[in-house]
């Protein structure tokens, strides 16, 4: 196999991962704090396969298309809650809308923290070309190599997913998360607003805007984090 086809392959299997811990984060905290809508759903999982088939074409075809013409997979799935619940507790529904990203930021921290164990013992070297699936690589085994690979990967898709997700448009994750410092009739307000039939698409379209804005300088911000002293 071809190697750019190899961590195009290995992109769209981080990608697999890192969705289906989101959404089965959204389904467990709406689980702890009462709702059993996801839970009841096979949603509490981290096997890809129920959420591809609820959501094919954003777990599929979409991040498919983003991986062939951007080189990064993008797409979405969902985990369902009773709007009823969410109305009511939207203290309650914001938790669950951030426990996708907090998912996506415990893996890549876990990324961060493998590729700096691997920097600092001199199993992994600062790359010459920092990419998406370069943040660090090796002239060693063709094992360490695939580590790095798939470290890098995991460090870029949950980062990806984490910078996305907040922005607080609709219908990210950083729109419902407004319900932990909105006042309660606010949140009402706003989430009847973003309820009119083109406001979630108007939203994904500002967002990916904004995102291709601001994703470039926190890439290279999180990266530098990860070198510490190693590069100026």
Known sequence: MPPELTIAVGFYVVFLLSVSLHEAAHAWAAHRLGDD??????????????????????????????????????GFAHAPYDPVWADRYPKRAAIMALAGPAANLALLVLAMVGL???????????????????????????????????????????????????IPLPPMDGSAALGLFL???????????????????????LAWILFRQIFGPVFVSTAKLVYGDMIV
Request: avoid cysteine.
């Open 37 to 74: 809508t996801a839970y009841l759903g096979g949603q509490v999982t981290f096997d890809p396969m129920p959420h591809i088939r609820r959501e094919p074409f954003g777990m599929v075809i979409l991040p498919i298309v983003t991986l062939a013409i951007v080189g990064w997979p993008l």
């Open 183 to 205: 006042p309660r009739d606010t949140v009402r307000r706003y989430n009847d607003l973003m309820a009119q039939p083109m406001m979630p698409l108007l939203g994904l379209m």
């Open 116 to 166: 700096k164990i691997g920097l600092a013992n001199g199993a992994f070297v600062v790359p010459e070309y920092i990419g998406f699936d370069s943040i660090a690589e090796t002239a060693g085994s063709a094992v360490g190599r695939s580590f790095a690979i798939f470290l890098s990967l995991l460090f870029t898709e949950n980062l990806l997913l984490l910078v996305f997700n907040l």
